[in-house]
């Protein structure tokens, strides 16, 4: 099954998302370091990484075009500065805010499933409108009949995505 990440960081995630069965077709992300650590990785023949397209840039300027065929799975990252209890709160006034990132992946490529992983604090009272309003825009899934699942999970909660998780899960750490 075909597989899209966002805000990869160094590839931790899209390393389980493999493991559990998908691979990736473009993984994106724009820290230098991380890239390299990718692209080392690959030179160095670890094996989950084989074929892996790495995107190095920003998601903003990603041309989801460049992907030919069916998404089964986008997952990723976004930054979770905006709504971390340590942080300031902003939200959707956060210039680092990219949940508008995601539902543009969602909109374009229409992935049968998505997985996002963010902070605990997303999910709080604060931001409740914020949250329907990510929900709401990311409703534009391919149907497959299977039942949605939106929320809040813990790692320890998912033992791991199987290739029967086809709907739309908002995962939060």
């Known amino acids: 099954m075909r597989s899209v990440e966002l805000f990869t960081g160094a590839g931790g995630l899209a390393l389980g998302i493999e493991k559990a069965g998908f691979h990736h077709h473009t993984v994106v992300e724009r820290d230098k370091d991380c890239c390299e650590t990718i692209r080392q990785n690959q030179r160095n023949g670890y094996p989950l990484l084989e074929g892996w397209r790495l995107y190095p840039g920003d998601v903003k300027d990603f041309e989801y075009s460049a992907i030919k065929g069916e998404v089964d799975l986008l997952a990723g990252g976004p930054p979770c500065q905006p709504f971390s209890i340590g942080g300031k709160h902003k939200a959707h006034e956060d210039r680092r805010d990219m949940f508008p990132q995601v539902v543009r992946a969602v909109r374009e490529p229409r992935p049968r499933a998505i997985m996002v992983e963010n902070v605990k604090g997303l999910t709080r009272k604060t931001f409740a ?4 309003y990510i929900v709401l ?9 299977e039942r949605t699942r939106i929320g809040r999970s813990t790692a320890r909660g998912w033992r791991s995505i199987t290739r029967r998780a086809v709907g739309q ?3 939060t750490t």
Not at 137 to 145: I, M, R
């Open 129 to 132: 409108n914020y949250f329907s």
């Open 137 to 145: 825009h990311s409703a534009t899934l391919k149907s497959s009949g």
């Open 169 to 171: 899960v908002l995962s």
